[in-house]
């Protein structure tokens, strides 16, 4: 064979050059990160929440050539801290109340940079059995929490987005063969965009989707979806599947999920609820009841990175059918033949689209030993309660009106000046840009963090408590600014 050098020329060439340095500067690089962090999380209420730079004032910081010349980690890191992490917004700040808020703890956060300095494969079992083993373990807590059957199967992925893609190609196989051609999915308005793009990535066209109605509280009316689901079925087509939320992002709307359950038994649907969040208030007794019939799906998404204080990346798709879920996935090219196991001894990448895999169980599992489900359903109760504390101090203040109760964690609302008359003409269009103006100056003063949404084509505010650094007073200081921001909106908006 033809080789480039001989095999003295690579005895000479060969001088084990490494990345690693010595064990001193390992430590004290990682003392100073933790340290770091430390002082982070301690401070972190005091501190402003983050900033957004343009793309040119990023450029002008941080473009550059990729440099030739070691520049040490003691001068990469400050770098950072400096250009880097100010930069961004801080989901984890006690007043935080945008979006879905993530705020992991400390010891998830130890585990995440222990699975990253392990590098643990965890992708079969050949080369992770006590990493799998550990996964194994934590989806079985999501199948007890939830009311799951013990065959259930389930991975971790890095999101939301990914779970819903693996649940949905599950189904898609199980019930059509892989051809979407004649399906039909029924979802309601209030469905996440991330069931839009799996549906859209397995191909299903916007014509097969059918947005079912939603109620005053934007849960799926049940009745409406028996009715479209008997109108396709007589049109020749194939009722397919039907996607529950189970804490929608734009309310937090549960929607009526044993009654859907029955109808998608009846119509030999597939059942998909999306409780991303929300799921994780079934460690709650009210949360429990809330989700009553979501032991009945087929399949089940959860984010441990959301309300389960966990870093991103954290999802989990568990499918009611392990078989199904192992047939969809399952492929054994001759260069892994090695790792082929028997179904007890699971090999993950049989279960989901990835074959490399990082160990991200390990910080769920680290997490709930630490401390304890007794521990995790405390702080999820609590932000249950904080939700609706914020919720009640909303509705006494002169100047804001909730447009939504709280469902797990999340209400909306919105802006009225003290008096105003919403009858006149041009009303509601002003307070539409009002409101518009006060996120605006909310997300510019980065001592509150809210997002807005559309519910009933009106632009209305969010509050979302999930973490478990939120207090009483980070919801009254919200108040008070929220009520002052929008008195300065007021004398700018026009009406």
Same mark, same amino acid.
């Given at each position: 064979?033809?080789?480039?050098?001989?095999?003295?020329?690579?005895?000479?060439?060969?001088?084990?050059?490494?990345?690693?340095?010595?064990?001193?500067?390992?430590?004290?690089?990682?003392?100073?990160?933790?340290?770091?962090?430390?002082?982070?999380?301690?401070?972190?209420?005091?501190?402003?929440?983050?900033?957004?730079?343009?793309?040119?004032?990023?450029?002008?910081?941080?473009?550059?050539?990729?440099?030739?010349?070691?520049?040490?980690?003691?001068?990469?890191?400050?770098?950072?801290?400096?250009?880097?992490?100010?930069?961004?917004?801080?989901?984890?700040?006690?007043?935080?109340?945008?979006?879905?808020?993530?705020?992991?703890?400390?010891?998830?956060?130890?585990?995440?940079?222990?699975?990253?300095?392990?590098?643990?494969?965890?992708?079969?079992?050949?080369?992770?059995?006590?990493?799998?083993?550990?996964?194994?373990?934590?989806?079985?807590?999501?199948?007890?929490?939830?009311?799951?059957?013990?065959?259930?199967?389930?991975?971790?992925? =890095?999101?939301?987005?990914?779970?819903?893609?693996?649940?949905?190609?599950?189904?898609? +196989?199980?019930?059509?063969?892989?051809?979407?051609?004649?399906?039909?999915?029924?979802?309601?308005?209030?469905?996440?965009?991330?069931?839009?793009?799996?549906?859209?990535?397995?191909?299903?066209?916007?014509?097969?989707?059918? +947005?079912?109605?939603?109620?005053?509280?934007?849960?799926?009316?049940?009745?409406?979806?028996?009715?479209?689901?008997?109108?396709?079925?007589?049109?020749?087509?194939?009722?397919?599947?039907?996607? =529950?939320?189970?804490?929608?992002?734009?309310?937090?709307?549960?929607?009526?999920?044993?009654?859907?359950?029955?109808?998608?038994?009846?119509?030999?649907?597939?059942?998909?609820?999306?409780?991303?969040?929300?799921?994780?208030?079934?460690?709650?007794?009210?949360?429990?009841?809330?989700?009553?019939?979501?032991?009945?799906?087929?399949?089940?998404?959860?984010?441990?990175?959301?309300?389960?204080?966990?870093?991103?990346?954290?999802?989990?798709?568990?499918? +009611?059918?392990?078989?199904?879920?192992?047939?969809?996935?399952?492929?054994?090219?001759?260069?892994?033949?090695?790792?082929?196991?028997?179904?007890?001894?699971?090999?993950?990448?049989?279960?989901?689209?990835?074959?490399?895999?990082?160990?991200?169980?390990?910080?769920?599992?680290?997490?709930?030993?630490?401390?304890?489900?007794?521990?995790?359903?405390?702080?999820?109760?609590?932000?249950?309660?904080?939700?609706?504390?914020?919720?009640?101090?909303?509705?006494?203040?002169?100047?804001?009106?909730?447009?939504?109760?709280?469902?797990?964690?999340?209400?909306?609302?919105?802006?009225?000046?003290?008096?105003?008359?919403?009858?006149?003409?041009?009303?509601?269009?002003?307070?539409?840009?009002?409101?518009?103006?006060?996120?605006? +100056?909310?997300?510019?003063?980065?001592?509150?963090?809210?997002?807005?949404?559309?519910?009933?084509?009106?632009?209305?505010?969010?509050?979302?408590?999930?973490?478990?650094?939120?207090?009483?007073?980070?919801?009254?200081?919200?108040?008070?600014?929220?009520?002052?921001?929008?008195?300065?909106?007021?004398?700018?908006?026009?009406?």
């Amino acid at each position: 064979m033809a080789f480039d050098a001989s095999l003295e020329e690579l005895e000479e060439r060969i001088v084990d050059v490494t990345l690693d340095s010595d064990t001193e500067s390992m430590r004290r690089d990682g003392y100073r990160v933790v340290d770091w962090l430390v002082d982070r999380v301690a401070n972190l209420r005091e501190s402003p929440l983050g900033r957004e730079l343009k793309r040119e004032e990023t450029e002008s910081l941080l473009r550059e050539a990729m440099p030739e010349q070691p520049m040490g980690f003691e001068r990469v890191f400050e770098e950072y801290t400096r250009k880097v992490a100010p930069n961004a917004i801080q989901l984890d700040h006690p007043r935080f109340f945008a979006f879905i808020p993530s705020a992991p703890s400390f010891v998830s956060v130890l585990a995440d940079a222990l699975m990253a300095g392990t590098n643990v494969f965890a992708g079969t079992w050949l080369e992770s059995s006590g990493p799998s083993q550990v996964e194994l373990v934590v989806i079985d807590w999501f199948k007890q929490m939830l009311g799951l059957p013990a065959g259930a199967a389930g991975l971790l992925v =890095s999101g939301g987005s990914v779970a819903n893609l693996t649940s949905l190609a599950v189904a898609r +196989r199980a019930l059509l063969n892989d051809d979407p051609e004649g399906a039909a999915v029924y979802l309601s308005d209030q469905t996440h965009a991330s069931i839009d793009r799996a549906l859209r990535l397995l191909g299903f066209k916007p014509a097969q989707l059918r +947005r079912v109605p939603t109620d005053a509280q934007y849960r799926l009316n049940s009745i409406e979806l028996a009715r479209l689901v008997r109108r396709d079925r007589e049109a020749g087509l194939k009722p397919f599947v039907v996607v =529950s939320n189970a804490g929608a992002t734009n309310s937090g709307a549960v929607d009526p999920l044993a009654e859907i359950a029955e109808i998608a038994g009846e119509n030999a649907l597939w059942s998909h609820v999306d409780a991303a969040y929300g799921g994780f208030a079934a460690l709650t007794d009210r949360g429990r009841k809330l989700l009553a019939g979501i032991e009945r799906a087929d399949s089940v998404v959860l984010d441990p990175h959301k309300w389960f204080y966990c870093p991103f990346e954290a999802g989990c798709a568990i499918v +009611r059918n392990s078989r199904l879920m192992r047939e969809t996935f399952r492929i054994l090219p001759e260069y892994m033949a090695d790792v082929a196991r028997e179904e007890q001894e699971v090999n993950f990448c049989d279960y989901g689209v990835q074959l490399t895999r990082s160990f991200r169980a390990l910080k769920v599992w680290m997490g709930v030993k630490t401390y304890g489900a007794k521990r995790l359903r405390e702080v999820i109760d609590q932000c249950l309660d904080l939700a609706q504390y914020a919720a009640q101090l909303f509705e006494r203040s002169p100047c804001l009106e909730l447009v939504t109760s709280p469902q797990l964690g999340v209400f909306t609302f919105r802006y009225v000046p003290r008096n105003f008359r919403k009858t006149g003409p041009g009303a509601e269009e002003f307070l539409d840009r009002l409101n518009q103006d006060l996120v605006a +100056r909310i997300l510019s003063s980065r001592k509150l963090m809210l997002s807005s949404t559309r519910l009933g084509a009106r632009p209305v505010l969010r509050f979302c408590v999930l973490n478990h650094r939120t207090r009483k007073e980070d919801v009254q200081e919200a108040l008070r600014l929220i009520e002052e921001l929008g008195r300065e909106a007021e004398g700018s908006v026009r009406y």
